[in-house]
């Protein structure tokens, strides 16, 4: 799986909008965007996914550059519950379930 | 539905022993893979398992074994225990395994080595 590139850690205020920006420059055409986040002492929970569009679900929002080598996953309004390791993947394999992480990006929600 | 359930949730070991820890995936999925999360080297890939075959293998040496039942149920094996052994042992399942497909994670099994 090709590599991405995260910030090692961003802070929001609670109810405001949380921009979490990728880098992938070296996607290929069929790797799909990733995301996952870890709550404290849980396992990685997925957050959503896309190929090229833009993608929404009831969690959160992810834009996909036009280029796609780059990503953001958007939180409309934080809560203290999104505190959490957003991780953002590529999935290379054509079969086969083997998430590379990378470190992450570590996001506090300030009350 | 319920989601991915680990067994034990805790355990603490012997160097030199080895242990089993057990994953049960959602019902119906096939794909199985299993990480190792410590605080130096994060979540790292083990290996995945689709009915009942290895797949996929990560780079771990060959103290670390699994397999998968006929009901997807899987298990992976750590044989000779060392201390760099503990960790968090997460498991995740999906129907397919595909790269479109969304992965649950367990909650992980803590393994201490003393």
């Known amino acids: 799986d090709a590599k991405t590139t995260q910030p090692n850690s961003m802070e929001s205020n609670e109810e405001e909008p949380v921009h979490l920006p990728c880098n992938h420059s070296t996607i290929s055409g069929t790797d799909y965007i990733h995301w996952y986040r870890q709550l404290p002492s849980q396992g990685p929970e997925y957050v959503i996914h896309g190929l090229t569009s833009n993608v929404n679900n009831r969690m959160a929002s992810l834009a996909i550059a036009e280029d796609r080598k780059s990503s953001t996953l958007i939180l409309h309004r934080a809560t203290l519950r999104d505190a959490a390791v957003y991780y953002c993947i590529l999935r290379r394999t054509s079969y086969g379930q083997n998430f590379v992480f990378g470190p992450g990006t570590r996001l506090s929600v300030l009350p | 539905k319920a989601g991915v359930t680990q067994t034990p949730r805790y355990l603490i070991k012997t160097r030199g022993q080895q242990v089993t820890l057990s994953c049960s995936p959602i019902s119906g999925h096939r794909s199985v893979s299993w990480y190792q999360q410590t605080p130096g080297q994060g979540l790292q890939f083990l290996f995945e398992?689709?009915?009942?075959?290895?797949?996929n293998k990560g780079n771990f040496p060959g103290r670390f074994s699994g397999r998968q039942f006929s009901n997807s149920r899987s298990e992976m094996n750590v044989s000779t225990l060392e201390l760099g052994d503990s960790a968090l042992y997460l498991c995740?399942?999906?129907?397919?395994?595909?790269?479109?497909?969304?992965?649950?994670f367990g909650q992980g099994t803590r393994l201490t080595v003393v």
């Open positions: 995740a399942s999906s129907s397919d395994g595909q790269m479109n497909t969304e992965a649950f």
């Open positions: 398992y689709f009915s009942e075959t290895q797949r």
